[in-house]
């Protein structure tokens, strides 16, 4: 460990985001750049993947000085699906599980020592965003394999918060408890506090000083809506995945549709943008020493932004996320991926190989559509098979819709119907449609994004 990051380390989250409100953009530039320096060089040691990546790419870490010093080389998910131990650059303490495409759980380690640095750090994240030491929290996130909820729980015990950890409940549970212990901010995905300001919509609400956000993008409509039925509320939301561990981008102030990014602890980077500087989010951790990833591709649609912000803090901006790099869907409160639905399909030997999946918005309640083709069957009875092979294969999302954070619709068509090009899109966001005509093109399939969670 360095000078700089043995002191980051010692300081409080309150003494984080400050030095961060004063530092000159030339110093924040300058450890962000020390910072990257230093990672490659260790990776070129301690890691076997990214030694042999470097050799056999004649790549000699002391050389590099800047991303682009590294050329065209990237981390993939699938890398990391295919070999995990071959990150591993020490010992480590836990392991998270984050789904990718092919079915296969990505595994990413970390250290105890690290999860407090996470915590920390997240928690000066949630400090510039408005949470205080004395604010009660409601903490909604996940406790699951890929648990938002835990690194969440970290960053409110380094803030010195009173919280309770609930972590994905039914909504209801939260809401029962709302005035017992007089929680005023609350945390959740999108979907999930959506369902509970329904809840307090139509029995009665509370003032809430914040609702924050992660793992899924916020409906625009839905944050006036909020901040009218939690009596002031403000809405916030993070960007974050199991892979970064903590949070990359926090909504400090009030614009919705953009990140403030946390790029000394991270290097972003924008790759193949398209004329509107939209492309693929990549981003390297600059303080991971269990499993540091270099230059690692999320699959993420966004864009920086350069200029400073109006609010005077400074670092970059990133845009509110476009879209989806690859056919992996966060809907319904979960990663969604056309392999789910092969395998909650297949067994029911009425239905034809075709199908395709569509998410939509109607209010702001998310629907689950899905669109099969079969000769004649009993709707009814298909629906009780289908939810009855989520069940038994995919108990988190059945969980998700028996608390009400989604609803699910089957539609069913003549065999025939649903192909009418050779390849057959199987997963369809209709989402943020309407958001994206508001903001421009977008570069990719629309939806949403990864594990992401918050902190
Ligand atoms: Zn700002």
Redesign the pocket.
């Given at each position: 460990m360095n000078l700089v990051d043995y002191f980051a380390d010692k300081i409080s989250p309150a003494g984080v985001a400050k030095l961060y409100q004063l530092s000159p953009q030339w110093a924040i530039t300058k450890l962000r750049e020390h910072r990257f320096r230093q990672v490659v060089q260790y990776v070129g040691r301690h890691s076997e993947f990214y030694r042999t990546a470097f050799r056999q790419r004649g790549i000699d870490p002391r050389m590099v000085r800047t991303p682009a010093d590294l050329g065209d080389f990237y981390t993939t998910p699938d890398d990391i699906v295919a070999n995990p131990k071959a990150f591993i650059c020490q010992t480590p303490n836990i392991v998270f599980e984050s789904s990718g495409t092919s079915g296969k759980n990505k595994q990413i380690y970390y250290s105890q020592r690290e999860l407090r640095q996470i915590g920390q750090i997240d928690a000066a994240g949630l400090q510039l965003m408005g949470m205080e030491s004395t604010d009660r929290v409601a903490n909604g996130f996940d406790f699951s394999m890929w648990i938002p909820g835990m690194l969440v729980h970290n960053a409110l015990m380094a803030a010195n918060t009173f919280c309770m950890a609930f972590g994905k409940v039914d909504p209801l549970e939260v809401y029962r408890r709302l005035k017992q212990y007089q929680f005023n901010v609350i945390m959740g995905e999108p979907t999930w506090l959506i369902r509970l300001t329904e809840l307090a919509e139509e029995h009665g609400s509370v003032p809430l000083k914040l609702l924050i956000g992660g793992a899924e993008e916020m409906p625009r409509e839905a944050i006036g809506w909020m901040n009218r039925v939690w009596q002031g509320a403000k809405v916030r939301m993070c960007y974050g995945s199991v892979e970064l561990g903590g949070g990359l981008g926090y909504?400090?102030?009030?614009?919705p549709d953009?990140y403030?990014v946390d790029d000394t602890d991270f290097y972003p980077e924008i790759i193949e943008p398209d004329g509107d500087g939209l492309g693929e989010l990549v981003f390297t951790t600059l303080r991971r020493t269990v499993m540091p990833l270099l230059r690692y591709r999320t699959r993420d649609v966004t864009r920086l932004i350069p200029e400073p912000?109006?609010?005077?803090?400074r670092g970059m901006?990133m845009a509110r996320l476009r879209g989806r790099r690859d056919e992996l869907i966060v809907a319904s409160g979960g990663n969604l991926y056309p392999l789910m639905f092969e395998n909650i399909l297949r067994p029911i030997p009425e239905l034809t190989h075709d199908w395709q999946v569509q998410f939509k918005l109607e209010a702001l309640r998310e629907i689950m559509e899905m669109h099969v083709e079969c000769a004649g069957i009993d709707e009814s009875a298909l629906q009780r098979e289908i939810q009855q092979q989520i069940r038994l294969q995919y108990p988190d999302l059945m969980k998700n819709l028996d608390i009400g954070i989604f609803d699910m619709r089957i539609v069913v068509h003549p065999p025939g119907f649903l192909r009418s090009d050779r390849k057959l899109k199987r997963m369809v966001d209709h989402r943020y449609e309407q958001d994206n005509a508001a903001t421009g093109p977008q570069s990719a399939a629309a939806g949403s994004k990864e594990a992401a969670h918050v902190g």
């Open positions: 909504q400090p102030c009030d614009q953009v403030h912000c109006p609010c005077g803090l901006r």
